[in-house]
């Protein structure tokens, strides 16, 4: 079992639609992870949270918004996709302290967007 | 980013060792790392090793660092099907960065 907890599992939303994917950690990590990433292909960032502070966007488009209402909680909205938007939607936390902080991350959500 | 190479696939036979193999770029990468990622799942921290250590043995797996040639390779020993998956390792050379390679996908002949 992950401890980095990702809903829903699957999303499917047309081009106009609004959604929203949820991640929630309790391991007490500071460092929260968005990450996408297409069929065989590693994870590609797109934003790091650190204390609940945006501190890395990939140049993603603004049609993905992150949001981290608390050090538990990571919160992704989506708006007005396309199709090759589809992909699985990985979210990780990291102690980010000195020493070994690795990602552990979530199962994900498979978003398929029509 | 950084370029974290990796052999594409990997054939065995159940029983045999698998051997995965892993180059990075940054020599300043405190700690490297190898993630398994079964269909449908997250990637799952399998092990980690230190830039000070050439060597680490946990149970099956076994982690190789050659520093000098900035190579990382992963070993299974006693290879089961339940170890077919995609394999990533990954280096962090800062506190929140992490590069991943581009993954080696494992198949294990029953």
């Known amino acids: 079992d992950t401890e980095v907890t990702q809903t829903p599992k699957h999303l499917v939303m047309g081009m106009t639609n609004k959604k929203s994917l949820k991640c929630e950690q309790h391991?007490?990590?500071?460092?929260m992870y968005w990450y996408k990433q297409k069929a065989k292909k590693p994870p590609e960032l797109m934003f790091v949270?650190?204390?609940?502070?945006?501190?890395i966007n990939e140049s993603v488009p603004s049609r993905f918004s992150p949001e981290c209402p608390n050090s538990s909680l990571l919160n992704l909205h989506l708006h007005a996709l396309q199709p090759e938007d589809s992909a699985l939607y990985l979210c990780a936390s990291s102690g980010q302290g000195r020493g070994n902080s690795p990602l552990h991350f979530g199962n994900g959500t498979r978003l398929t967007v029509t | 980013g950084e370029d974290v190479e990796q052999s594409l696939f990997l054939s065995v036979r159940e029983g045999d060792s698998s051997v995965i193999n892993c180059t990075y770029t940054?020599?300043?990468?405190?700690?490297l790392y190898w993630y398994k990622q079964e269909p449908g799942a997250g990637l799952q921290l399998l092990t980690y090793i230190f830039s000070n250590m050439d060597m680490k043995q946990d149970q099956r797996l076994t982690v190789l660092l050659n520093k000098k040639d900035k190579h990382l390779s992963l070993r299974i020993a006693d290879t089961q099907t339940g170890d077919s998956a995609i394999y990533f390792c990954a280096e962090s050379p800062t506190g929140n960065q992490f590069y991943f390679g581009t993954g080696t996908s494992l198949t294990v002949i029953p």
């Open positions: 949270y650190s204390y609940e502070k945006l501190s």
């Open positions: 391991m007490g990590h500071r460092a």
């Open positions: 940054d020599s300043s990468s405190t700690y």
